[in-house]
C-alpha cells in the first residue's frame, strides 16, 4: 500500500461527537494514524465541528469534544510532521466561501437524491438547509486543501460521487481545473459490536467501551459481557465469541491468534478470554496512551502549539486555492 | 424622516451588474444617497457582488461593476463620514459563516416557498444551491452588521418577512437575541421608462440613459427619444410626455415643475423639452460629478484608501458578531 501511495495528500474528516469509544477508533481514528505514518505522504485530519453542528439534537459539547478528538488522536500516535496536517473544520471560512462557490453550479435535483435527505422525506422530518446542503459543504471540505485521495467506507462512497459531479460542474463552470479530482480508498468498516453482545456499539445504545476511562471502569464493562452457558473446558467458536470479535477490532495479530487458538483448543473459559481482552485493551489505550491524553486534556498548550503550526499552513492552501477561484470567478475588486 | 431615523443604522444592498443607467440611479443610488446624509444615522452599503454571481449569466465584468458602483456612490454624494460604511460582500466570509448558522435552524419548505424559486420550477428551468438558498445569504447581509432599518421597495417586502423568520428561528434556536429585528423602510420604487417609452429601462432592452457616458452620447440619446407628431404650439400633457417623466425621475422640483408649466402652457416643443432634460442631467450627472467619477476609476488610490478604512471597521463589527455565535455554539476549540 505504501508505494501505491506515494506523494499523495490524504484528507480524512471525523466528527466530533462526545467521548470517544472503541467503534470510533476502529472506524475512524485507527487507519487515519496509520495513514500519518507512512513516509512520503501527506496525510490531513479535518475535524469536521460544522458537521456535528447539524446534527438535529447535540447531546455533547461540541468544544470539548473536539480537543477529546485531537487529543486522541496524537496520543494514539498520529505522526506529527510537518508535511501532515490537522485542521479544525469551524476555522476554515474558505469552506463555505468553496461551497458558496459550488453552489452556483449545481442544481437542488442533485441534492434532492441524497440519501440522507431522501430519508428524512420518507420519515416526513423536516429538512434543515444544513441537512439538505450538507453534500456541498462536505465537498469542499475534501477538495479546498488539496486532497486527492480520500479514505470512506463503503457506505459513503456516495459522497466522494457528489463532490465527483460537483467538481465537475464547477469546473466545467468556471472553465478552470482548480482541483484534483479525489479519489476514494475503499476500506473494510467492519460494525463493532456493542458491550451488550447485540447491536452495533453506539453512544445512543449505551454499549460502548469507552476509549480513555479509568482502567476499572474499562475492567467492569469488560467482565459484564454477556457470554453463553459453556463450561470452560468446551472448545469454543471464536467468531461466535463476543470477547474475540471485540479483541479482533483493534489488536496485533499475534494477541488475535493467540486468543483464537485458545478457544478453539479448550480449557480456556471466559474469564480467561476476558482478562485477555482487557490485558489488550490496556496495551493499547492504557499506560502511556491513556496519560498522554490526559495530558493533553489537562494542559492543551502543547496542543495549540501544534495546531496553530498546522492552521497558519492551512490557511496558506486555503487562501491560495479560493484567490485563484476569485480571480477566475473576477471577484478581485479592493482586495486588501 | 430625519427625526424618525436618528440614532439608526440602515443597511442598503446593491447589486453590481454592469454599467449603471437612470434606472439604478432611482431606483437604489439616490435613496443611498440621501440616508448617507443624514446625520446621527448609520447608513451602510453593501456592495453584493456574490448575487451578482449567482446570476444565470453574466455578462458584465462583476470586478469592474464593482468599482463602478462605489465610484459612482461617492461621486454622486455619499457622505464618507466616519458612521457611514461601505462593505463589498465577497470580503466578508463571515457572511456565509452566518448563513451556515442560519441554515442549521431553517427548513427548505420555507426556502420552496420564495418568489424567485417558484417562479423557476413554474418555467421548468433548474434551480441552482445559491437560487434556492439565496434569501438565507440575503438574511445573513441584512444581519450580520447589526443593521436595524432596511429600505425596500414594494415588491422587495419577502426578502424581509423572511429575515424575520430566519431571525426568529436562529434566535430560538441558539436561546440568544444576537441580533435586531431589522425593520422596512418602504420606499416608492417608480418604474423609470427605458429610452424606447414603451418599456422599462433596463440593459437587456438595450434602452437604457447610461450615467457617465460622454455627454455627447447623452445628448444623442436624448434627442432620439420618440414623442407624438404634437407641433411646437399645441399643450402637452407632461404624464404622457416621456421626456417629461425621465426628468421627473431625478431632477429638482424647480425643474420639473418649470417644464410641466411649459408643457401645458403649450409653445414649448419636444425639442425644448429634449434641451432641458439634457441640461437637467448634466446638471446632476455632468460636470464635477462625472469629473470626480472618472478620476475615482482612473486613479482608484482613494477609493482603496477609503474602502480599507471602512473595511477595517466592517470586519471589527462582523468579527464580534461571529464570535458571540460561535460561544452560544460552542463553538470555541482553539480559536486563535
Known amino acids: 500500500m505504501e508505494a501505491q501511495l506515494k506523494s499523495c495528500r490524504i484528507l480524512t474528516g471525523v466528527k466530533p461527537t ?8 476502529v472506524g475512524a481514528i485507527k487507519p487515519l494514524i496509520k495513514f500519518s505514518q507512512v513516509s512520503q505522504q501527506e496525510t490531513f485530519f479535518l475535524c469536521a465541528d460544522w458537521h456535528s453542528l447539524a446534527a438535529k439534537e447535540i447531546t455533547f459539547s461540541i468544544s470539548d469534544s473536539v480537543s477529546s478528538l485531537i487529543a486522541a488522536v496524537i496520543a494514539l500516535g498520529f505522526d506529527t510532521k510537518e508535511s501532515n496536517g490537522i485542521f479544525i473544520q469551524s476555522h476554515y471560512p474558505q469552506l463555505l466561501e468553496l461551497y458558496w462557490y459550488f453552489a452556483r453550479f449545481i442544481n437542488t435535483g442533485l441534492l434532492e437524491r441524497a440519501h440522507a435527505y431522501k430519508a428524512s422525506v420518507q420519515e416526513n422530518t423536516p429538512v434543515s ?29 456516495q459522497h466522494l460521487e457528489y463532490t465527483s459531479d460537483i467538481l465537475k460542474s464547477f469546473h466545467y463552470g468556471i472553465g478552470k481545473e482548480i482541483f484534483p479530482m479525489p479519489e ?3 476500506q473494510e ?14 453512544k445512543s445504545r449505551n454499549n460502548t467501551l469507552p476509549l480513555f476511562a479509568e482502567p476499572k471502569k474499562i475492567e467492569k464493562i469488560i467482565k459484564s459481557l454477556p457470554t453463553d452457558s459453556k463450561t470452560m473446558e468446551e472448545p469454543k467458536d471464536p467468531l461466535k465469541t463476543s470477547i474475540f470479535l471485540l479483541l479482533k477490532s483493534f489488536a496485533s495479530e499475534d494477541r ?12 480456556y473459559g471466559y474469564g480467561h478470554a476476558k482478562q485477555d481482552l482487557f490485558f489488550a485493551f490496556e496495551d493499547t489505550f492504557g499506560g502511556e496512551v491513556r496519560k498522554r491524553y490526559l495530558e493533553l486534556k489537562k494542559y492543551p498548550e502543547d496542543l495549540r502549539i501544534l495546531l496553530q503550526k498546522y492552521e497558519q499552513k492551512g490557511h496558506e492552501i486555503a487562501n491560495q486555492k479560493i484567490q485563484e477561484i476569485r480571480e477566475s470567478l473576477d471577484l478581485n475588486a479592493f482586495l486588501f
Open 18 to 25: 462526545g467521548d470517544l469509544h472503541l467503534g470510533n477508533y
Open 129 to 157: 438547509l444544513s441537512l439538505f446542503s450538507y453534500p456541498v459543504l462536505m465537498a469542499a471540505d475534501i477538495t479546498l486543501f488539496g486532497s486527492n485521495k480520500v479514505p470512506v467506507g463503503k457506505d459513503q462512497a
Open 184 to 186: 476514494a480508498i475503499f
Open 189 to 202: 468498516t467492519p460494525e463493532i459490536l456493542g458491550t451488550d453482545g447485540i447491536h452495533k456499539m453506539s
Open 256 to 267: 488475535v491468534n493467540d486468543m483464537s487458538q485458545k478457544l478453539q483448543q479448550g480449557n
